[in-house]
């Protein structure tokens, strides 16, 4: 069956930390992880993404780590603020067959 | 440009009945996704639709069903309720499908089962 773990399930960080949040998969037809933040009340949101063809990949204080040969992938918050508190996704997409996993999430507390 | 919209925001049901939810994509998203978030399994995949049809389906049983309208919103229907069936259910929208094209998560209809 295909899986994406993810680890841990509940983190907490003081301001300005580097939270890490780690995902492994297991079937290599995935060729897109996606991370996705979600806020209490809301619906998830994109907020990067990277293809297997690169190691890592940033967006301002968000980057992604990837490594293909141990089919894992990371997740690191720079200077982390009390607004970067929410649950964070994980996600494996297979574009062959238009499918998506997600992890079971990681619950992130920044504290003031 | 309007995001998801999800109908209604909340619900509560009991045991045996029936629900139908509802979602609005983005104007001009052709695929829609839908999602049963909860606690203990996270997100999870329900089935896709795109251009009316049913494109995936994830592995729920036949009591939860949806359709799609020609105006790209769509509808999910869950029969016979179970306690178990209480969660949040989001529904996304993208321009083609569920692959590498951004989804757009709607704010997700919280149901709960008495």
């Known amino acids: 069956q295909q899986q994406v773990k993810q680890s841990p399930q509940s983190l907490i960080v003081q301001k300005g930390g580097i939270p890490i949040i780690n995902c492994a998969y297991e079937?290599?037809?995935?060729?897109?992880f996606p991370w996705y933040q979600q806020f209490p009340g809301k619906g998830p949101a994109l907020l990067i993404a990277?293809?297997?063809?690169?190691s890592e990949k940033k967006e301002g204080r968000f980057t992604i780590s990837f490594n293909k040969s141990a089919k894992q992938f990371s997740l690191h918050i720079m200077d982390s603020q009390p607004g970067d508190s929410a649950t964070y996704f994980c996600a494996a997409v297979s574009n062959r067959d238009d499918k998506i996993i997600f992890g079971k999430g990681t619950r992130l507390h920044i504290l003031p | 440009k309007a995001g998801v919209t999800q109908t209604p925001r909340y619900l509560i049901k009991t045991r045996g009945q029936q629900v139908t939810l509802s979602c609005s994509p983005i104007?001009?998203?052709?695929?829609v996704s839908w999602y049963q978030q909860t606690p203990g399994q996270g997100l999870q995949f329900l089935f896709e639709y795109f251009s009316e049809t049913q494109r995936n389906k994830g592995n729920f049983p036949g009591r939860f069903s949806g359709r799609q309208f020609s105006n790209s919103r769509s509808e999910m229907n869950v029969s016979t309720l179970e306690l178990g069936d209480s969660a949040l259910y989001l529904c996304?929208?993208?321009?083609?499908?569920?692959?590498?094209?951004?989804?757009?998560f709607g704010p997700g209809t919280r149901l709960t089962v008495l």
């Open positions: 996304a929208s993208s321009l083609v499908g569920t692959g590498v094209n951004e989804q757009f």
């Open positions: 104007s001009g998203h052709r695929s």
């Open positions: 990277i293809r297997p063809d690169v």
């Open positions: 079937n290599t037809a995935f060729d897109y």
